[in-house]
């Protein structure tokens, strides 16, 4: 699925710079459920979104699904976020002048779908997450945990094969967390890889592996026993 | 093209306006009132064209009216302080040898009690040729204007203004053929004129045949004055100085007299009026133009600023597959659709201007503004403009909107 090979990263900070990310090596199989952790600030999210091609690596080789990621034009990117990747953020980033429908809908927009396919589609995936009868409401009519629901149905609307979670369940009480873990699993269950950034033990424990992330560099990776969220729902 | 018929587009257009109507509103208002400008002060340039084009319309206004007066200077064994008078002789002269000239028209006017019946009045007699009527038209009314036969034969004809026929016939009373006394002479009354525009001149005023005006004032070859009426190419000016030039070495005048004739260039001062309009045309578009640029940078301004607003949601966006140029459309279809609807606006409500200007400037025949109008032509430039200039100042904003790294808009709050 996903090839990482010695990826560095650094930020510049006034006249030095910070070496982020020292030398990461990673792969992912398709069908993986798998939890990074780490402490603040060891790097966790500058990989997830170097995987997302939210941001590039300045060394190393990322391969996804077979295609080399490098020097994309910002067009290309776009395009491969568009068709492979669903993104799903901390803070929802559901845009707040869009009901719950046009938020899921949005991914299909620029994938070029008429509007009845895309109203077809995005109501389909409300529906997988509950929410079908919210469809008009707007974002500040919703809960943390509906709100984190409708921007899992809009990161599933165009089908990505890879899911991106950064602490999807940072800004979430403990049951509705382990709600989104349920459905997290449920889909990882119908064969899709996803990707957490946690730094929460509970929801790695979740998770089928779990990889820590210690001052940018992968001091440990390990296959786990995955534990239910739904006895917990 | 295709996005532009699509709901999705304009209810993004939509949306992004409405979140906040009173910034949209605010910048609008900016185009808004540089087209109004636009319009209304190139409606009212045009309409004071139109009403000195009215004014002059029926007039030859590339010519110079010539009178002779006394000398100032001695010349040629002649003391200074001699009498000037004026001759048909001068007239063809001048019409013969000065280059450009197109008429010459020599003159005659006298006062004169005219009288009809028990009414009378004092009026302006005019001796005059049929050429008259070329370079000062005359819009007849009833009848005609001096013909040649009259000349020829020096007949008692006369043609009356308006004015005087008010004075001295009964409302509705038939006056041609009708006989009119100037100093106790019987003329009879062929043609009556439309009262010219007053600012121009007395109208009450009638014209005889020059020849008849000759012989029952005694004027023998002498004349008034001279119009000299020049090729619509020449220079009137040059004219006016051969013209002088001539009519002094005519006379034995001093060729620096310039007291001899007294002159009056009606093509100068009208080359300054059709300057001062050209000018203030000019002036016109540069003020128009101005406002209209500042207000579409207001705009531009304004969507910088709303783009920094969004550019959280742009990287959302950007995350969820939307490429650079599907971002910066959507912003260049927003700047011009509020510069052209600001446009529309502004052009409905500077039409509305020109329709108060002309019921409160434009009526009557001594309005200020004759037609206030911009033409249909020159809306639909300044509307490509305004498309032109919305697209332009869009390009900021979507540069802005599309520069930075989807990471870094994702991280603003
Ligand atoms: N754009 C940036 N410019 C400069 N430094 C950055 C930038 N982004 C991240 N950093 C720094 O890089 C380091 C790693 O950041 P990152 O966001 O990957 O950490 P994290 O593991 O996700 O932490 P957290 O658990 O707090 O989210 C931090 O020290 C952070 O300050
Ligand atoms: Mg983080």
Do not use: C
């Given at each position: 699925m996903l090839k990482i090979n010695k990826l560095h990263k650094s930020y510049p900070i006034g006249d030095s710079s910070l070496h982020v990310l020292k030398g990461i090596d990673l792969s992912v199989e398709s069908g993986e459920m798998v939890a990074i952790m780490g402490s603040s600030g060891s790097g966790k999210s500058t990989l997830l979104n170097i995987i997302g091609m939210l941001d590039e690596a300045d060394e190393g080789d990322y391969i996804l699904d077979n295609v080399p990621i490098k020097n994309l034009t910002e067009k290309k990117a776009a395009i491969y976020r568009n068709r492979f990747l669903g993104f799903i953020f901390q803070s929802f980033n559901l845009i707040n002048y869009k009901n719950a429908l046009d938020n899921v809908a949005l991914p299909l927009y620029y994938q070029g779908l008429k509007r009845k396919e895309r109203i077809e589609k995005g109501l389909f995936h409300l529906e997988k997450v509950g929410l079908k009868a919210w469809a008009e409401h707007l974002p500040s009519e919703l809960s943390g945990g509906q709100k984190q629901r409708v921007a899992i149905a809009r990161a599933l609307a165009a089908d990505p094969k890879l899911l991106l979670a950064d602490e999807p369940t940072g800004a979430l009480d403990t049951t509705t967390s382990y709600e989104i873990m349920a459905f997290l699993q449920q889909l990882n269950d119908e064969g899709k890889t996803i990707l957490i950034v946690t730094h929460e033990e509970d929801i790695a424990d979740m998770c089928k592996r779990i990889v820590r992330l210690v001052d940018g560099v992968i001091m440990e990776d390990k296959f786990v026993e995955q534990v239910r969220a739904s006895q917990y729902v | 093209m295709r996005f532009l018929f699509e709901r999705d587009t304009w209810q993004e257009v939509y949306d992004s306006l409405s979140k906040n109507v009173l910034r949209t509103v605010l910048t609008m208002v900016g185009v808004w009132w540089g087209v109004l400008l636009l319009i209304g002060l190139l409606g009212s340039a045009k309409g004071l064209e139109n009403s000195f084009n009215r004014l002059f319309g029926s007039f030859a206004t590339n010519s110079v009216f010539v009178w002779g007066q006394s000398t100032s200077k001695p010349f040629k064994g002649f003391q200074e302080g001699k009498q000037v008078v004026l001759t048909l002789f001068d007239a063809k002269k001048l019409e013969e040898n000065i280059d450009g000239v197109e008429f010459v028209v020599p003159r005659n006017q006298n006062q004169g009690v005219v009288t009809r019946n028990f009414l009378s009045g004092s009026f302006g007699v005019n001796g005059d040729y049929p050429l008259l009527d070329r370079v000062q038209k005359k819009k007849m009314i009833h009848g005609r204007f001096i013909n040649q036969n009259d000349i020829d034969s020096n007949k008692k004809v006369v043609i009356i203004s308006e004015e005087i026929y008010k004075q001295l016939f009964q409302k509705d009373a038939e006056m041609i053929g009708e006989y009119i006394q100037i100093n106790s002479i019987n003329f009879m009354v062929v043609g009556m004129f439309e009262n010219g525009n007053r600012?121009?001149?007395?109208?009450?005023?009638?014209?005889?045949?020059?020849?008849?005006?000759?012989?029952?004032?005694?004027?023998?070859?002498?004349?008034?004055?001279?119009?000299?009426?020049?090729?619509?190419?020449?220079?009137?000016?040059?004219?006016?100085?051969?013209?002088?030039?001539?009519?002094?070495?005519?006379?034995?005048?001093?060729?620096?007299?310039?007291?001899?004739?007294?002159?009056?260039?009606?093509?100068?001062?009208?080359?300054?009026?059709?300057?001062?309009?050209?000018?203030?045309?000019?002036?016109?578009?540069?003020?128009?133009?101005?406002?209209?640029?500042?207000?579409?940078?207001?705009?531009?301004?304004?969507?910088?600023?709303?783009?920094?607003?969004?550019?959280?949601?742009?990287?959302?966006?950007?995350?969820?597959?939307?490429?650079?140029?599907?971002?910066?459309?959507?912003?260049?279809?927003?700047?011009?659709?509020?510069?052209?609807?600001?446009?529309?606006?502004?052009?409905?409500?500077?039409?509305?201007?020109l329709i108060g200007l002309n019921a409160a400037f434009g009526q009557g025949d001594e309005a200020v503004l004759v037609n206030a109008s911009v033409p249909i032509a020159v809306v639909f430039i300044a509307l490509l403009i305004l498309v032109f200039l919305g697209t332009l100042i869009g390009l900021i904003p979507a540069f802005k909107a599309t520069s930075i790294k989807p990471i870094d808009a994702l991280r603003e709050e």
């Open positions: - | 600012s121009m001149g007395p109208t009450s005023d009638l014209h005889i045949p020059f020849t008849t005006f000759q012989q029952i004032y005694n004027q023998g070859n002498d004349i008034g004055w001279i119009m000299i009426t020049g090729k619509p190419e020449a220079d009137i000016t040059q004219i006016e100085a051969d013209a002088k030039l001539m009519l002094k070495n005519l006379h034995r005048i001093h060729p620096e007299d310039d007291r001899a004739f007294g002159s009056f260039n009606l093509g100068k001062e009208f080359a300054k009026l059709t300057g001062f309009l050209t000018g203030m045309q000019f002036l016109t578009w540069f003020v128009g133009i101005a406002t209209l640029i500042a207000g579409v940078f207001a705009i531009g301004n304004i969507l910088l600023i709303t783009v920094k607003e969004r550019t959280k949601e742009i990287g959302v966006r950007r995350a969820l597959g939307a490429t650079p140029f599907e971002i910066k459309r959507q912003i260049i279809v927003e700047a011009v659709f509020i510069t052209l609807i600001a446009g529309f606006l502004g052009i409905i409500s500077g039409g509305w201007i």
